[in-house]
């Protein structure tokens, strides 16, 4: 790079550093005008000589309460170790933050796994800093609130040839991006109403997309009651409505409001104000999906996050399909992958896993419109990953399946870590004709899961887990490129959770090799249990007949 590049880097960056208020916002412009620079055309990544500095902050920067329901919560940053995969690149550069140092076992594990790159070479390419913080905050505000972690990090960080990734945007990322003087590769915190639930149901209606019958945000309880009763004066057959928290995780921000369950009257007949009544009553006693959740905790947040409220969809045959895709700096739009959801918890709300890829039935409809979503998206100025969820019920008369839009992620997700994986260990390409994936002309599918999780588990140490592994050969194997690849590995001691992404040449196969995974566990945890009827911590079955 030329000397007067590098110098006008430093004169940016320091500009940056001294940044007030009120120009943060040019200046984030600013930073994010040089990823045009950065980007080559396929994900910031892919060739031999891309010599860049990645800063992975993997900050669940969400609405806390909302996070500390799920199990082992605060290692959910490991999901994006997948990250060190990069590390393929023998230029690439990679500095991982956590909050809590990471096990080196679990470090020596991924560093394995790269093809073809001697562990050390990589080893020496990764810098591993801590925020020494077990606290309940967001990832990103425990790194700003050390301004001695910030230098470190802007020191590590080459000049010009260096950007940041993340789980989720928000303004704690933004404003660490200004403060680095380091481009966020991620949507624009300012664009993030478009991936909340009353977003989504705008796109959906712009893009002229089916979605449910429901309301847009709200920030009182009166409000939410009056957009209830609005849906159930126009659907009066309705049997649930689903409360959602404007923001959410996993499912974990929704509650189901059983219509069938409240005093049997005519809501055509009923007056406006009884109608209201019995519906606040309901929701006082809504099935609440995450764990200990309560109508006061839950209401509690609706001035903060605000509510929609939308019309359950039925259906004796029922999925939940999602939509991958990618939006790059210069505004294309590509569709990455499509998968259909593993739910669970109490109304089946909760998201436990994912199997790639989606239904060969509705496979391309998805890629169709999530195309659309993508291509309003970007005219709006998103970037980076989104994803879209919905709802597949198949009609009992045709036997074909009807698609409802339910919201838009713009953020990583659950499926982003298991097909990065897959992606970067078997340097395979996806066929938007098909949407299939193909390794050396083979075709790849797998199950994946954040929660393979049993009592039994806990006290397992990464040592152990690596002990399992050798002595059962449930590795990756990198010559057939089928096997596991574990995540999560630091919930497994104090939690008995582990997540997982099985491969294989076929479902069937993927399946298998999950079935064996967790019997192995089984038996090595406690060699008198049933192997039996023990799928994704809950019973859920992952085969679909």
């Known amino acids: 790079m030329r000397t007067d590049k590098i110098q006008g880097w430093e004169a940016f960056r320091e500009n940056v550093m001294q940044t007030s208020v009120s120009e943060g916002q040019e200046r984030f412009a600013q930073l994010q005008t040089q990823l045009r620079e950065i980007w080559q055309g396929e994900e910031i990544s892919g060739q031999n000589d891309y010599d860049y500095d990645i800063l992975v902050v993997p900050s669940f920067s969400i609405d806390q309460s909302v996070g500390q329901k799920v199990s082992g919560f605060l290692h959910y940053e490991e999901r994006l170790l997948f990250s060190l995969i990069r590390l393929r690149n023998p230029k690439t550069r990679l500095i991982y933050v956590t909050a809590q140092p990471l096990s080196r076992m679990i470090i020596d594990y991924y560093l394995?796994?790269?093809?073809?790159?001697?562990?050390?070479?990589?080893?020496?390419?990764?810098?591993?800093?801590?925020a020494q913080d077990n606290s309940f905050k967001p990832l990103?505000?425990?790194?700003?609130?050390?301004?001695r972690l910030v230098e470190r990090i802007r020191k590590a960080c080459r000049l010009g040839r260096s950007y940041i990734v993340c789980f989720n945007a928000t303004s704690l990322e933004q404003e660490l991006s200004i403060r680095l003087g380091i481009p966020l590769f991620a949507c624009n915190p300012d664009l993030l109403y478009w991936g909340s639930k009353s977003g989504s149901r705008e796109i959906f209606a712009e893009a002229g997309i089916n979605h449910p019958d429901g309301s847009f945000g709200v920030y009182t309880v009166e409000n939410l009651i009056e957009s209830a009763a609005s849906l159930w004066q126009r659907h009066p057959g309705l049997k649930r409505m689903v409360i959602k928290l404007n923001e959410g995780f996993s499912g974990e921000g929704n509650a189901i409001l059983d219509l069938r369950c409240l005093p049997n009257f005519n809501v055509d007949r009923q007056n406006g104000e009884e109608i209201r009544h019995?519906?606040?009553?309901?929701?006082?006693?809504?099935?609440?999906?995450?764990?200990?959740?309560?109508?006061?905790?839950?209401?509690a947040r609706i001035p903060v996050l605000g509510a929609i409220v939308e019309a359950f969809i039925e259906g004796e045959e029922k999925r939940s399909p999602s939509v991958q895709g990618y939006i790059s700096p210069n505004g294309e739009v590509k569709i990455l992958s499509t998968h259909d959801q593993i739910l669970g918890g109490p109304d089946g709300q909760i998201y436990l896993g994912c199997r790639f890829p989606a239904d060969t039935n509705y496979r391309l409809q998805l890629q169709e419109l999530g195309l659309k979503v993508g291509q309003i998206l970007a005219k709006k100025g998103a970037m980076e990953r989104y994803g879209v969820d919905f709802i597949a019920v198949r009609s009992p008369v045709t036997g074909e399946w009807d698609l409802e839009a339910i919201e838009i992620n713009l953020?990583?997700?659950?499926?982003?870590?298991?097909?990065?994986?897959?992606?970067?260990?078997?340097?395979?390409?996806?066929?938007?004709?098909?949407?299939?994936?193909?390794?050396?002309?083979?075709?790849?599918?797998?199950?994946?899961?954040?929660?393979?999780?049993?009592?039994?588990?806990?006290?397992l140490l990464p040592d152990d887990l690596m002990d399992i592994i050798a002595k059962h050969r449930l590795h990756f194997d990198s010559s057939s490129k089928t096997g596991t690849v574990f995540h999560l590995i630091g919930a497994l001691s104090e939690f008995g959770k582990l997540g997982l992404t099985c491969i294989g040449n076929s479902w069937e196969e993927a399946e298998a090799i999950y079935q064996r995974v967790e019997e192995v566990l089984d038996a090595e945890t406690n060699p008198l249990i049933s192997r039996e009827g023990n799928h994704l911590c809950s019973g859920l079955p992952i085969h679909w007949t």
């Open 112 to 130: 394995q796994l790269l093809p073809g790159i001697p562990f050390s070479h990589a080893r020496n390419r990764l810098l591993l800093l801590t």
């Open 278 to 299: 019995h519906l606040g009553k309901g929701m006082e006693n809504m099935s609440f999906q995450a764990k200990d959740e309560t109508w006061p905790t839950f209401s």
């Open 411 to 459: 953020r990583k997700g659950g499926t982003t870590h298991p097909f990065m994986t897959l992606k970067l260990l078997t340097n395979g390409r996806y066929e938007e004709e098909t949407g299939l994936f193909f390794s050396q002309e083979q075709a790849k599918y797998y199950i994946s899961s954040d929660n393979l999780q049993k009592s039994q588990y806990r006290g």
């Open 140 to 147: 990103t505000q425990k790194i700003l609130d050390r301004p």
